[in-house]
């Protein structure tokens, strides 16, 4: 329980991250002699054009209503994702990990709100790019938070009616692509403990260098969903509710977590000042 009270704290106590601009550099009046070598210049980075997948433009009305602001830099709870994204990456860069869980102990935690946040804070990043994964077959609610409504889904991919390909979104966001979940699927635990999910992990996670997969789980003490699956993902980030879970489950989770690679303990739900007017 240690582990878990730690985890937390830092959640409370985080300190404020530190912000600065840099001046203008200023310009070197120099003549640069005619045969001189041209100074090699790093190009930026190239537009991503999707040419199979669909590309979808999200109701911005929508997405505020359902707390999706990560996108929105102007929104004084970005920064608290794009926080969170640099710690993430900068444990899974060091290990090589490129799969990402988020689970929760129970219902009502905020997981899918911070697997779509922190997904699309992930895609921002120049030299990556994000794939979100709605694996909680019980309760599917990513596509519905986001507001896609395109008729092929991780429900035909696990049916044999389509193929990844097609089941594929772009949010209207550069880099990032959402692989819904549009209805929940019976039997749930054993199909995320099936060869077939198994190698669609795999083929997600090593089908692009650059991609970060992000699958959002059901909670872990309503199945044994999270458990089926786990052992096939590289870390995992638990999301808890202030409030929303007891110290019993709380246990009960680090417990189950035991063989994993926990990344940390995302503290949701918490009343504190936010950055707001620090910048």
Known sequence: MERIKLAIEKAKTGGRIALATANEPEIDPTPVPEDAAPEVVNPAPASIQYQKTPVVRLDERHLEQHRIVAHQKSHQASWAFDVLRTQVLQQMEEKGWRTLAITSPTVESGKTLMAINLAISIAQQPDRTALLVDFDFR?????????????????????????????????????????????????????????????????????????????????????????????????????????????????????????????????????????????
């Not at 696990?158 to 390909?165: T, W």
């Not at 979104?169 to 198994?198: C, D, F, Q, W």
């Not at 638990?238 to 690679?261: D, F, P, Q, Y």
């Open 139 to 279: 309760r599917p609610r990513v596509a519905a938070s986001l507001g896609l409504h395109q008729n092929q889904s991780l429900n035909e991919v696990l049916e044999g009616k389509a193929d990844v390909a097609a089941a594929l979104v772009n949010p209207g966001m550069e880099r990032l692509v959402v692989l819904p979940t549009h209805r929940p699927i019976a039997k749930a635990a054993e199909v995320l403990s099936s060869t077939k999910v198994n190698h669609l992990i795999a083929d997600l996670r090593n089908r692009y260098q650059d991609r970060t997969v992000i699958f959002d789980l059901p909670p872990m003490l309503v199945a044994d969903d999270v458990m089926a699956v786990l052992p096939h993902m590289d870390c995992v980030l638990l999301v808890i509710a202030n409030g929303a879970s007891s110290e019993t489950e709380i246990e009960e989770c680090m417990m189950r977590l035991a063989k994993s690679n926990l990344l940390g303990v995302v503290l949701n739900k918490e009343e504190s000042s936010t950055q707001a007017n620090y910048y």
